[in-house]
């Protein structure tokens, strides 16, 4: 095993939910998709009981996703062709109620890595980046992980960001047939960090893409971002593929 390859390898184990070759998910020649949904207002979120709140911080989604893409061009020597797709209408309604910069501060990410940010609004423009996003005969996806709300069912883009409690954006499983399985390349790697995805959304989107994706089986918690932590499973809970 070459010293690269080694090293890509104890990178990735350090973050899956088992350890696996990485040399596939990292290959320079193919694209390493990251997918950030946005953020709860905290003027909706208000109503709900303290211990039920979502979202105080509204880099949760944000911050994790920028932990990876360091991981990945660590563990590929910067080598990594990362693409990073993020729901813009959640962080400028968040934006505007912060008064914060937020869109500015997503582009620095951008800048500081020098990764590819696409803007995204609809659940369509996701699927469409997937099949399409690059010229998929010679560009395969070699990873795909995703970061924000989500239930059984669905990655919820938009979450209590317009109305409480409910998403006007999401990518359903049933929604799934429609990514063609050919823009994946062999060994790709696929991960949801948002909760409850192990309990049905990842087993269809292997059934329909033929890739294992890891999801969580029981809630996520994104309450260690700060400490420089991506999300791990709440208690009772369990990473599947």
Not at 90 to 117: M, T, W
Not at 138 to 155: A, L, P, R
Not at 172 to 198: E, P, T, V
């Amino acid at each position: 095993m070459t010293r690269r390859l080694l090293i890509a390898t104890l990178a990735v184990s350090a973050f899956a939910a088992a350890p696996r070759d990485a040399s596939a998910a990292l290959n320079p020649n193919d694209e390493y998709i990251l997918v950030s949904g946005g953020p709860s207002l905290v003027s909706l979120e208000a109503y709900r009981r303290e211990a039920h709140r979502h979202d105080r911080w509204w880099g949760n989604f944000i911050r994790t996703a920028r932990f990876r893409i360091e991981q990945l061009q660590k563990a590929s020597n910067g080598a990594a062709n990362i693409t990073w797709l993020v729901y813009r209408p959640g962080y400028e309604n968040r934006q505007a109620e912060d008064g914060q910069p937020l869109i500015s501060n997503i582009e620095s990410v951008r800048d500081k890595y020098k990764i590819r940010l696409v803007w995204f609004s609809e659940s369509d423009e996701v699927v469409n980046y997937i099949n399409s996003g690059q010229n998929r005969s010679s560009v395969k996806v070699s990873g795909f992980e995703f970061f924000g709300h989500s239930n059984k069912y669905c990655f919820v883009f938009d979450y209590s960001n317009h109305i409480l409690g409910a998403s006007r954006s999401f990518l359903h499983q049933s929604d799934l047939k429609r990514i063609n399985r050919k823009a994946f390349a062999r060994g790709a790697y696929c991960k949801s960090w948002g909760c409850h995805s192990g309990e049905s959304f990842t087993a269809e989107w292997k059934r329909v893409t033929g890739v294992k994706m890891i999801g969580a089986i029981g809630k996520t918690d994104y309450s260690k971002t700060y400490e420089g932590t991506l999300p791990f499973v709440s208690p009772g809970g369990r990473w599947t593929s």
